[in-house]
């Protein structure tokens, strides 16, 4: 069957379309984003700007009619921190079903996490063993872990590359003081859910997803997208280390020109890259391994798990 899946995260409206049946590997057929950055049109209220609303409404509406025209039998349409925390989430959701014909469905974070962790676990298969998963997303970080396909722990902790820049960050490049307190920021955060998921380790494999690892990863010397999803990419902690402190004297317009650095998030990677340090260190991992499916995938592995087993 022919599946549309519908993404709004913090940073993109993500629509992919892909062809798939339980027990076989989804072939994506179509991949388009728009770069809305919701996270970043918050208003100190906490609402989500009638500017933001409205651009949504306009990727809903495209995506909307994208996925007709490519003949999908479903739109699994999702939205996650930047609607899910927005004080009017209720108000946008209703706007976008009435203007654009699409029901959003608002993802918990530790919904994110399961479904993200779920993913991993089909890419990898059983031999993995243990998993352990980290997904910095742009409005949160997603922590994950077991043996199985559903998590024996799931968190998600407020540590979004977005959301800190946009919190912690008022130059460009940021000073030393502000690098300095949101590290203590994000270690302070990270320690309940570090310590359960230390006490319930150890772990056969330790991954991570989504773009902010692609990005570091990336930039630590690993190999270039195109050199396809099977190819191994490990992102070391002294690899992290020696990105951090490389970018961390950059202004973002020169950091977008690196490769593998998206010009719409290049202000965001340092945020990225001490979550990522500080979430390696709780956790005490020396390295990960970048996994190429994320939470849309484990969407779709959801839903064909459902509709096989009615």
Not at 26 to 34: D, H, M, T
Not at 183 to 197: F, G, I, S, W
């Amino acid at each position: 069957m022919r599946l549309g899946v519908l993404d709004v995260g913090s940073n993109t409206v993500h629509l992919l379309v892909v062809d798939a049946h339980r027990g076989a590997q989804p072939w994506p057929q179509l991949s388009e984003k728009s770069e809305l950055r919701l996270a970043e049109l918050i208003t100190r209220r906490g609402d989500l700007s009638r500017d933001g609303a409205n651009a949504l409404v306009r990727a809903a509406s495209a995506a909307h009619t994208e996925a007709k025209r490519l003949g999908c039998e479903e739109l699994l349409a999702f939205a996650t921190s930047a609607v899910r925390d927005a004080r009017n989430s209720a108000d946008v959701l209703a706007l976008v079903r009435d203007k654009s014909g699409v029901d959003l469905n608002v993802l918990s974070g530790e919904d994110e996490a399961r479904l993200t962790f779920l993913a991993v676990r089909r890419w990898y298969g059983w031999s993995a063993g243990a998993l352990l998963c980290l997904d910095i997303g742009g409005g949160s970080l997603e922590l994950s872990a077991g043996l199985d396909e559903d998590p024996s722990l799931a968190f998600s902790v407020p540590l979004g590359a977005a959301r800190l820049t946009r919190e912690w960050f008022k130059s460009d490049p940021p000073d030393r003081d502000s690098i300095t307190a949101l590290r203590e920021h994000v270690e302070r955060a990270l320690e309940v859910p570090a310590r359960k998921l230390v006490a319930d380790g150890p772990y056969d494999r330790v991954v991570a997803t989504s773009k902010t690892f692609r990005t570091l990863t990336r930039l630590a010397g690993a190999a270039p997208s195109s050199a396809g999803p099977r190819v191994t990419r490990v992102l070391t902690r002294t690899g992290l280390t020696q990105v951090t402190a490389f970018i961390s004297r950059m202004a973002s317009s020169d950091l977008a020109e690196l490769d593998g650095v998206s010009a719409g998030r290049a202000h965001q990677t340092l945020a990225g890259a001490i979550v990522a340090g500080a979430a390696m260190d709780a956790l005490g991992v020396s390295q990960l391994e970048l996994c190429p499916w994320a939470l849309r995938e484990g969407v779709i592995l959801r839903r064909l798990d459902w509709i096989e087993g009615t």
